[in-house]
């Protein structure tokens, strides 16, 4: 019998981990079996408990992953103040990000679902969501973030629901039309904030 070493299995977790956040943004958590999310990541079903003491720990660690990545990925790298923050408006509002159910975020893909998820994995949500949520309220009063924090989870929240409703409809047309109408509602929101 092969041995293999920490790294090694510390890179079959990390693989296991992405592509069960793919596959939960694509089949939803309820809608993705043990034995799918270990065959996406080139595993048997054996090799799942090797990693996770069950499906609610990768559901856990997955989400959580995904909210650091779109933080890190989208949210810090946009530019500062105001153009970043319609930066990552458009970007969210986008028809590309639409399209890509398994690359795009999370929370339009899984709130529904992760309403319903155990007190931890609901934990670790929140816990991503509030370092995204402060990478936007930096942007909007980078004198004193915590005073945008709610302003900043009203626009998250805004740009899913906006996102999730145009996945949903088969018109293409009028799908486009409502991200197209979302961005300027966001960003006239925003205007509206900076007034006050």
């Given at each position: ?51 996770f003491?069950?499906?609610?720990d ?18 810090a ?59 936007i309220a ?44 979302g ?14």
């Amino acid at each position: 019998m092969v041995r293999y070493g920490k790294e090694h299995k510390s890179e079959t977790r990390r693989r296991i981990i992405e592509t069960a956040g793919r596959r939960f943004k694509q089949d939803g958590i309820d809608g993705s079996g043990v034995a799918t999310l270990m065959k996406d990541a080139g595993l048997t079903n054996g090799a799942f408990y090797a990693h996770f003491a069950s499906k609610d720990d990768l559901v856990t660690t997955a989400i959580a992953d995904q909210l650091k990545a779109q933080a890190e990925n989208v949210v810090a790298l946009a530019a500062p103040g105001r153009a970043g923050l319609e930066q990552i408006v458009r970007g969210y509002l986008s028809p590309q990000h639409r399209e890509q159910l398994g690359d795009g975020c999370p929370n339009a893909a899984l709130l529904d679902e992760i309403g319903r998820c155990t007190e931890t994995t609901r934990q670790a949500y929140t816990d991503g969501v509030l370092i995204l949520v402060e990478g936007i309220a930096d942007r909007m009063a980078p004198e004193a973030p915590s005073s945008a924090r709610v302003k900043a989870l009203s626009l998250l929240g805004m740009m899913a629901g906006t996102l999730q409703l145009s996945r949903a409809l088969t018109d293409s047309r009028l799908a486009n039309e409502l991200l197209d109408q979302g961005i300027d509602n966001a960003l006239a929101l925003l205007d509206s904030w900076q007034r006050v």
